[in-house]
């Protein structure tokens, strides 16, 4: 069965602090794997996206790795910001085409100042 | 370029009625997702079309769940009869042409409340 795991499910940090979010997935056959944010009451906005053969790509002060043989990725985040303060959901896309989208539940990231 | 657009923001409707969900793409996006997210789980697949055919429609519930995209530009969701457990939110998604970037771009979605 695909399936994407997060953890923690919510997390507390101080602004200005860094910390990691965990993405455990049993997708097949795996296309690529993305992370989003999603802030209250708005839609998901993709963060990154990286196929097989990508091991870390990053956008400003989010770092995502993945490790395709153990099936695991992760999203740094860098330096805190209130504004971080979202649901971060961890997306695997399964089959060629890639559009078939198997999401997590997310982790709630919540930044105090 | 404007985003994904969804309409209503909210809907609350009695067990038995109906109620019909809009979404409007990005202009240009031939593919058309529907998800839905009920509480306390993840976001779900629905259906996806590729301009105003049905491509996959292999996560729609049950038959009360009707999706149309006529002319291949905005799509409604239409849920009759509606029942308790369909209560969620509900996010539209669009993505351009095959062989271009297939990075889905989400609507704000539309949150459903049967009672």
């Known amino acids: 069965k695909n399936q994407v795991e997060q953890s923690p499910q919510s997390l507390i940090i101080l602004e200005g602090k860094n910390c990691t979010l965990q993405c455990n997935y049993t997708v097949s056959p795996f296309s690529n794997l993305r992370w989003y944010k999603q802030d209250t009451g708005r839609g998901p906005v993709s963060l990154t996206i990286m196929t097989f053969s990508e091991n870390t790509k990053s956008n400003g002060r989010y770092t995502a790795t993945l490790d395709a043989d153990t099936k695991q990725s992760s999203l740094h985040i860098t330096a805190s910001q209130l504004s971080d303060s979202a649901s971060y959901i961890c997306v695997v896309s399964a089959g060629q085409a890639g559009t078939a989208l198997i999401f997590g539940k997310g982790t709630t990231l919540s930044v105090s100042s | 370029e404007a985003g994904v657009t969804q309409f209503p923001s909210h809907s609350v409707i009695e067990k038995g009625q109906t109620v019909t969900l809009r979404c409007d793409p990005i202009?240009?996006?031939?593919?058309l997702y529907w998800y839905r997210r009920v509480m306390g789980k993840e976001i779900k697949f629905l259906l996806h079309?590729?301009?105003?055919?049905?491509?996959?429609e292999s996560g729609m519930p049950n038959n009360r769940f009707l999706a149309e995209r006529t002319g291949g530009t905005y799509s409604t969701l239409k849920v009759q009869p509606a029942e308790l457990e369909d209560s969620g939110v509900y996010f539209c998604?669009?993505?351009?042409?095959?062989?271009?970037?297939?990075?889905?771009?989400f609507g704000p979605g539309t949150r459903l409340t049967v009672l």
């Open positions: 202009s240009g996006h031939d593919n």
């Open positions: 998604a669009s993505s351009r042409p095959a062989g271009t970037s297939n990075e889905q771009f």
């Open positions: 079309f590729v301009k105003e055919s049905k491509q996959d």
